[in-house]
């Protein structure tokens, strides 16, 4: 079965930093983009950036770009989120996701949870 | 880029039709013919329901439709049903491997 498979819940204090991780089942991985989108409490989808596992290609949206690092291990078929000094407004649930098409992302992991809290 | 607008509400009776609109800009909704629409349940990851404005995924049902006319999107749910309920998002390409979502809107099945 096609999956993505997030790490668990994260628990941090602002100024720490943070790798969160996703990885690919079922033989895709390095052939289509891996996108992280970003749900902050009771609001809407952001989306983040993306990554081609297969040569790590990557883009950010404008609102990301500096604040976040992607990257990807395509010989474990993992994708990573990085912070290198965690806010408390990064307190959020973060999503990775498959794309499909050019407007299409299929696949969907089952979220990250990320609390910032002192 | 700035996010699609999308009513933050709809509403409707099991079996009516409700249709959800998406407004964007000449650069993404009315640039591309790349609009997607994903429903989310509480606690849920989201589900991809539309692409490419109005193609639907495999196992998605016939109830729901997109269509696109100028810088608006919107999805239409026929035959409400129950399980209808959640929170519906547009999303739209905006070029150069970038993408756009909108607020997103609260479907309830009354």
Redesign the interface.
Known sequence: EVQLVQSGAEVKKPGESLKISCKGYGNFFSTYWI?W?RQMPGK????MG?IYPGDSDT?Y??SFQGQVTISADKSISTVYLQWSSLKASDTAMY?C?RR???????I????TMVTVSS | ?S?LTQPPSASGSPGQSVTISCTGTSSDVGG?N???W?Q?HPGK????MI??VSKR?SGVPDRFSGSKSGNTASLTVSGLQAEDEAHF?C???AG?????????TKLTVL
Do not use: C, H, M
């Not at chain 2, 990851?45 to 991809?48: D, I």
């Not at chain 2, 150069?96 to 997103?104: D, H, K, Q, R």
């Open positions: 996108a989108v809407g989808l952001e989306w993306i883009r949206s404008p999503y996701a499909l098409t050019e407007d299409a992302f299929d969907w992991g089952q979220g | 880029q996010a591309y790349y609009v997607s994903y989310q990851a989201p589900k991809l692409f490419e995924p998002y999303s739209s390409y150069s491997n970038n993408w756009v979502f909108g607020g997103g």
